[in-house]
Nanobody, 121 residues
Framework: QVQLMESGGGLVQAGGSLRLSCAAS????????MGWYRQAPGKQRELVAT???????NYADSVRGRFTISRDNAKNTIYLQMNSLRPEDTAVYYC???????????????WGQGTQVTVSS
């Protein structure tokens, strides 16, 4: 069972920056991909950014050019550098990792507990 632990959230003014970290209890190289999702009050959880085992990245349109996802396999950690933060970025940010079993094509998702990011105007 993989455990994911986020850190780095907090309160920041609009235009500021934060860096989120997600430390995994196991080897993130075993994951097909990892990513960040967020959920604002009253809204559904949405994808923010993902990074595959091979290093390919994908971003939501709302954060592209402002956020950067990266990974450090040696530390079993992924990061989300968030710049030019806006009040609408306020949400609980969740770390995700997934594995796909090749023989059954079943996807297993792992989630962290989440970290609050609040951007004041």
């Amino acid at each position: 069972q993989v455990q994911l632990m986020e850190s780095g959230g907090g309160l920041v003014q609009a235009g500021g920056s934060l860096r989120l970290s997600c430390a995994a209890s196991g080897n993130i190289g075993n994951m097909n991909g990892m990513g960040w999702y967020r959920q604002a009050p009253g809204k559904q959880r949405e994808l923010v950014a993902t990074i595959t085992r091979g290093g390919s990245t994908n971003y939501a349109d709302s954060v592209r050019g402002r956020f950067t996802i990266s990974r450090d396999n040696a530390k079993n950690t992924i990061y989300l550098q968030m710049n030019s933060l806006r009040p609408e970025d306020t949400a609980v940010y969740y770390c995700n990792g997934y594995m796909i079993v090749v023989t059954t094509v079943v996807r297993y998702d792992y989630w962290g507990q989440g970290t609050q990011v609040t951007v004041s105007s």
